[in-house]
Structure formats: C-alpha cells, structure tokens
C-alpha cells in the first residue's frame, strides 16, 4: 500500500556531513509524525527525531544541535541533516512515519540507510 525509500547514507569522517532522504509513494491522504530512527551494532534502535503534522521537532539529547529534520509535504519526504557527524552516530537509519491513507493508519518504516562515521 505504501513504500519508503531512504538514501543518503554512506561513509564520511569525523566531523562531516550528510543528509538523509526519505519518500513515500503510495495510497497516502495524510502524513502525522515523521521520525528518523537508528540501530548501531548490538543496541536497540532508537528515536532520533521527529518531526510532527505541523511541524514541530523534536531531537535526542545526543544529536541536538547537530542534526535537523525537515519535511515537504507536497513531496511526502522527510529529511535529516546531520552534521559535526562522530563515530558513535554510526548506525543504519530508519524513517518511520504515521500514514494515513483512505481506509487505516499505518506505521510504516523504510528499509534503512547505512551512515558509517569513520577516519
């Protein structure tokens, strides 16, 4: 019914930058939260950021001031630009957003974009 694509991900050193994608295509009438979530090797994932309907964001302590969601609805994407990026942002991101479409609310999750933070 719905699909997410990320991209963006890749390996960039200490200090560096990237901006993550994510599209949504699909039976969409209407997109509430949009987050970024990411799992680092042997731990839980975990909610980066958000960002709401109407626009208000939300950040993780350890990625506050460094990081900023943004969203377009016209194009139903979200993206997040990471920057100062360390090696202990290292993870696979995931977008995860709160769809609804004609019929149902659907939690839907993308399939994940790897970021490797390394010199």
Not at 57 to 68: E, H, L, M, N, P
Not at 91 to 110: K, R
Request: charged residues 20%; proline residues 3%.
């Amino acid at each position: 019914q719905v699909q997410l694509v990320e991209s963006g991900g890749g390996l960039v050193q200490p200090g560096g930058s990237l901006r993550l994608s994510c599209v949504t295509s699909g039976r969409i009438f209407s997109i509430n939260n949009m987050d970024w979530y990411r799992q680092a090797p042997g731990k839980q994932r975990e909610l980066v950021a958000r960002i709401s309907g109407s626009g208000i964001t939300t950040y993780s302590d350890s990625v506050k001031g460094r990081f900023t969601i943004s969203r377009d609805n016209a194009k139903n994407a979200v993206y997040l630009q990471m920057n100062s990026l360390k090696p202990e942002d290292t993870a696979v991101y995931y977008c995860h957003e709160d769809i609804y479409t004609d019929i149902e609310l659907l939690s839907s999750w993308g399939q994940g974009t790897r970021v490797t933070v390394s010199s």
